[in-house]
């Protein structure tokens, strides 16, 4: 064991297929696409995304609640009270001052924005909300985080575009290795199932256009895919010293043994053709665990269906490792929830590690000839896995990934 591993004690999921981490998982195991037309959305030339079902935050919240907040925020916090339940913390055992926040966010959600930039743009200007902006400035994931949960330490908010949640979670790793904290509530949420960015998506190419076949239409790594889909969810890990987890006898489910990121210095929205920035985090995200290629078993891609960085994405996987272990994508059944999404997929990680277990990627039917992966299709995978990597990668060029080790 690592001095420079922490314990993951706790995880939260609300996602596309369902909110709390079983439901999230079963919907994996299945295999299937959880996009389907979203009628908020209709008009647009892309109509469809992968909505959390049933989610009501009033029910979830309360009403007094969940009146001020926005989508985003409301989901982080189901996400939140959830992993700190499952890692049987709370204000009994933990000192607030020791226990920090940190978040990953990209844009937050733009519903709200929304629908006072009509009001604005109506005449209407005094019919504003005062709560326009609590609402939804970015930080206030992080900030509602904390109050709810009454916590007092470090609480902040990072935004590295889709790496956003995966970045959270390595920034949270540096908190308790430091001695800044015992306790970090870390992960991203996202909700991008709003017009402006199926409009602003759709307009650089970056969407699936399959309206008349939305269930088939986030598949990577396919020689079929065509873009990405629209999504929203949450993702929450609870993180500990290795020290403070032992001293209350808390097992984990796993340990976050190392942490990489880099920057591809080359393009605004597009990825190094040859995955050159994404390999260096790799190999960052290794050294920093003190562990070779050889002794990763399993590799959670950032896989989001577009051409370009399915496929750069795949070119820095065989630089790194030469023969890439098992690989499965979840955005495939989840869609991409953009700065949720690495804290969603880490937390897929842990969950594959637990049960040991690959979950499939959606919609697979002809692999790229080009993608020279062992990409786990169709139906879950059972492996014997001590180690798997959480890739992580966005806009900008920015990367992270997050390396996992199974509990012995």
């Known amino acids: 064991m ?16 369902g909110v709390g981490a079983a439901a999230t998982w079963q919907g994996l195991l299945r295999g299937e696409s959880t996009a389907a037309t979203e009628p908020s959305l209709a008009g647009l030339p892309v109509d469809f995304c992968c909505r959390v079902p049933h989610f009501d935050a009033a029910e979830q919240l309360g009403r007094r609640l969940s009146w001020r907040l926005d989508r985003c925020a409301a989901m982080a916090l189901v996400a939140a009270r959830e992993a700190v339940k499952d890692a049987g913390l709370g204000a009994g055992n933990w000192d607030p001052v020791r226990v920090g926040v940190v978040l990953g966010v990209g844009t937050a959600s733009m519903e709200r924005y929304e629908a006072e930039f009509t009001k604005l743009t109506e005449g209407r200007a005094t019919d504003i909300s005062p709560l326009a902006i ?29 790496a956003s949640g995966a970045t959270a979670l390595g920034t949270a790793r540096q908190l308790l290795l430091t001695d800044a904290c015992d306790v970090v509530v870390a992960g991203g ?39 990405f889909v629209l999504a929203e969810g949450a993702g929450v890990l609870v993180l500990e010293r290795l020290e403070h987890a032992r001293s209350r006898g808390a097992r984990p489910r796993a340990y976050l043994s190392g942490y990489g990121a880099s920057c591809d210095a080359y393009h605004f929205t597009a990825p190094h053709p040859e995955g050159r920035g994404a390999a260096e985090a790799l190999s960052a995200a290794l050294d920093d665990a003190g562990i070779e290629p050889g002794d ?14 399915d496929r750069a994405e795949a070119l820095a996987l065989r630089q790194v490792f030469r023969r890439p272990p098992p690989v499965t994508a979840v955005k495939g059944a989840l869609g991409h929830s953009a700065g949720g999404a690495g804290a969603i997929e880490a937390a ?8 040991q277990v690959i ?6 039917r002809r692999q790229d000839p080009e993608i020279e992966l062992d990409v786990v299709a169709k139906v879950p995978r059972p492996l014997p896995m001590a180690a798997a990597v959480s890739n992580a990668f966005g806009f900008g060029g920015q990367n992270a990934v997050l390396v996992f080790r199974a509990v012995p």
Do not use: K
């Not at 994931?141 to 904390?146: D, K, T, Y």
């Not at 402006?196 to 986030?218: K, Y």
């Not at 078993?297 to 051409?307: L, M």
């Not at 979950?359 to 697979?364: D, E, V």
């Open 189 to 227: 949420s996202e909700s991008l199932c709003s017009r402006v960015p199926a409009a602003c998506f759709h307009q650089m190419g970056a969407l699936s256009r399959r309206a008349d076949d939305p269930a088939g239409a986030s598949r990577p790594f396919d020689a079929d895919r065509d873009g």
């Open 2 to 17: 690592s001095a420079r591993e922490v314990a993951v004690t706790g995880l939260g999921l609300v996602t596309p297929a």
């Open 348 to 355: 897929c990680t842990v969950l594959t590690l637990v049960e």
């Open 359 to 364: 979950p499939p990627t959606a919609n697979l």
């Open 134 to 162: 609590p609402r939804s400035v970015p930080n206030m994931v992080a900030g509602e985080v904390g109050m709810d949960l009454q916590v007092r330490g470090p609480n902040l908010t990072v935004s590295t575009a889709c």
């Open 296 to 309: 990763v078993h399993h590799v959670n891609a950032h896989g989001t269906s577009t051409v370009l960085n």
